[in-house]
């Protein structure tokens, strides 16, 4: 049963590892396309090292030397994972690198003529669009535990450290280096592109990353508060708190229920609400940050319930799964390198009762 539960496990794992993988390399090839076909063709400078890149390259082809962008963008992303080396693990830089590799890859040679040339007349078009699926591409790609390379380590890396700051903000941050580069090399029109390509980027990987996470704080106002919050136990799971309140236009006492939910839950659980007490008044707010867990969440989670119940079965099948033989026998070898003189051990000797307290 141990081993069969551990090849399980393990197949889990590896099916996970292989979907991380196969989601961060789609992201990497988003990345690259919506550079290579939208922020190239229109002169868009974008922000990030791939923009910082383009500066370079655009550097030397003044001065006559011809660099592909995509190959300064791997030097630079080569130097900042070798200091990334030093702060994460195996997975997220093995991760990161296949998201690095894709990316220049798809920067270097995704060209489909029939996108490229449809936007060329429209550089805000261009940049919009090129904003939009580059911030999908980092947020999937940091999602799924990886990176697409340049500003996104970056900003996980100030994010490690500071998680008040969000990752998206962070790259904003960072960002701003590059817009000023873009000014001064090129014009202040291209400049204010690069911005709104850099807001609008930002903006979509915090829609991405925080956007199935975002937690509701529900305000129930109500008349059957022990049937709504019993209802609400049973079917979510979550900690529901009543607080006391009194209505001033009508003077009556009214019961105050808060419940947080994910934003996925939050249509269901007011449909809920109203076919127990119709007269119900719900109102809702978007919740910023949670601390601490409640007691409900500690005794009643079926997610805790069931990783405390599978550590207590693994314990126990550690413990019990050698036969009580075995105890004996080392027992016996215990008992003879202290040059104790055994022949053959009674039924009611010492080891026995140990061996049956073990069992017990």
Not at 67 to 82: D, K, Q, S
Not at 212 to 237: G, T
Request: some cysteine; proline content about 2%; overall charge positive.
């Amino acid at each position: 049963m141990l081993l069969k539960n551990a090849e399980n496990k393990q197949k889990q794992k590896l099916s996970k590892f292989i979907l991380q993988i196969v989601m961060v390399s789609l992201a990497a090839v988003l990345g690259g396309l919506s550079f290579k076909n939208f922020f190239e063709p229109a002169g868009i400078i974008p922000a990030g090292f791939s923009g910082l890149s383009l500066i370079i390259s655009k550097g030397f082809a003044s001065i006559g030397v011809k660099i592909p962008t995509a190959a300064i963008y791997l030097v630079i992303n080569i130097t900042l994972f070798l200091f990334a080396l030093k702060i994460f693990g195996w997975k997220f830089l093995l991760l990161s690198a296949l998201g690095i590799s894709f990316y220049t890859l798809s920067m270097q040679f995704v060209y489909i003529p029939a996108l490229a040339n449809s936007v060329k007349s429209d550089t805000l078009l261009a940049g919009i669009l090129g904003a939009i699926f580059s911030g999908i591409s980092i947020g999937i790609a940091m999602k799924f535990g990886g990176t697409t390379g340049g500003s996104d380590i970056a900003g996980v890396i100030i994010n490690r450290y500071f998680p008040k700051i969000k990752t998206g903000y962070c790259m904003l941050l960072i960002n701003a280096v590059v817009l000023t580069l873009s000014i001064l090399t090129s014009s202040i029109l291209t400049g204010l592109y690069a911005l709104i390509v850099a807001v609008v980027s930002s903006l979509t990987t915090n829609l991405v990353l925080d956007g199935s996470k975002r937690v509701i704080a529900h305000y129930i106002i109500c008349d059957k508060d022990e049937e709504i919050a019993q209802a609400l136990l049973e079917r979510y799971h979550r900690g529901v708190t009543k607080l006391e309140g009194i209505g001033m236009f009508s003077k009556k006492e009214k019961s105050v229920l808060v419940c947080l939910l994910p934003n996925q839950q939050s249509d269901e659980m007011k449909k809920i609400v109203s076919a127990i007490d119709h007269n119900s008044f719900i109102f809702s707010s978007t919740v910023t940050e949670t601390l601490g867990t409640g007691e409900f969440l500690k005794e009643h989670s079926i997610f805790k319930n069931k990783i405390s119940k599978a550590d207590k079965n693994l314990k126990n099948d550690l413990k019990y799964q050698r036969p009580v033989h075995i105890k004996k026998f080392k027992l016996k070898k215990k008992y003879k390198f202290n040059k104790m003189k055994l022949v053959s051990l009674p039924k009611t000797s010492p080891s026995d009762e140990i061996i049956e307290e073990i069992a017990e």
